[in-house]
């Protein structure tokens, strides 16, 4: 009898916590760069007390929104055919980048304002460039294995495939996603071109 009250009180807290994370993360989709507590927990529909006895501080929050945006990040991943042509392979690559950054623009936004304040954001940004290498290295791992600096290399790839050049592009000249994909297309063609 015990077992189960503590398994649906576990439950409830489980969903209250993922409630929250929801209504962080919309917010942010909303372009509300810095929520504060008392909108996360009234788009939640909580109290903030319901909010700090789930999440201790706004730290384990971020954190918990972090986990959440490296999930949905997770989702649009696709298997790229490492067999295929380098043009394809390219295209594949510019494509995938492009539903990703445009998944995690609003998060990635917020994060640049709170990355000085909170480790979880920091970790986040080194994660996401962790991830984004892992990908360069792998689609494009025939062309490194015959580069003369293959870390110089892989260093430009992700310069120009990064969220920071997406932003400049997507942000500062608000160029619509298919023109950045485009200019990031070109941009690692021209770097693999001598290879």
Same mark, same amino acid.
């Given at each position: 009898m015990?077992?189960? /009250?503590t398994?649906g &009180?576990? /439950?409830?807290?489980? $969903?209250?916590? +993922?409630?929250?994370? /929801?209504?962080?993360a ?20 909580v109290? &903030? ?5 789930n999440? &201790?501080?706004?730290?384990s ?8 945006? #490296? ?11 490492l067999?295929? %042509?380098l ?5 594949? #690559? ?12 609003? !998060?990635?936004? +917020?994060a ?6 909170y480790?979880?954001?920091r +970790?986040?940004? $080194?994660?996401h ?11 494009? !791992?025939?062309?490194?294995?015959s580069?003369?600096?293959?870390e110089?290399?892989v ?15 997507f942000d500062?000249?608000?160029? %619509?996603? !298919? ?8 941009s690692?063609? !021209?770097l693999? +071109?001598s290879?």
């Amino acid at each position: 009898m015990e077992y189960r /009250q503590t398994d649906g &009180r576990m /439950q409830r807290s489980e $969903r209250t916590r +993922a409630l929250i994370v /929801q209504a962080h993360a919309d917010l942010l989709r909303e372009g509300v760069l810095k929520p504060t507590a008392t909108m996360i927990s009234e788009r939640a529909g909580v109290s &903030r007390r319901t909010l700090w006895s789930n999440f &201790r501080d706004m730290e384990s929050l971020l954190g918990a929104t972090v986990a959440y945006w #490296f999930r949905t990040d997770d989702e649009l991943r696709v298997e790229i055919d490492l067999e295929a %042509p380098l043009p394809e392979r390219i295209v594949c #690559f510019c494509a995938e980048r492009e539903r990703r950054l445009v998944n995690i623009a609003p !998060a990635a936004r +917020a994060a640049v304002l709170g990355e000085p304040d909170y480790a979880a954001l920091r +970790a986040s940004r $080194r994660g996401h460039i962790d991830r984004l290498r892992r990908d360069v290295q792998q689609t494009f !791992a025939p062309e490194l294995a015959s580069a003369p600096e293959p870390e110089i290399l892989v260093d430009a790839l992700t310069a120009v495939t990064s969220w920071n050049a997406w932003s400049l592009m997507f942000d500062d000249h608000d160029y %619509p996603a !298919a023109r950045c994909r485009q200019i990031m297309e070109r941009s690692v063609r !021209a770097l693999l +071109a001598s290879v």
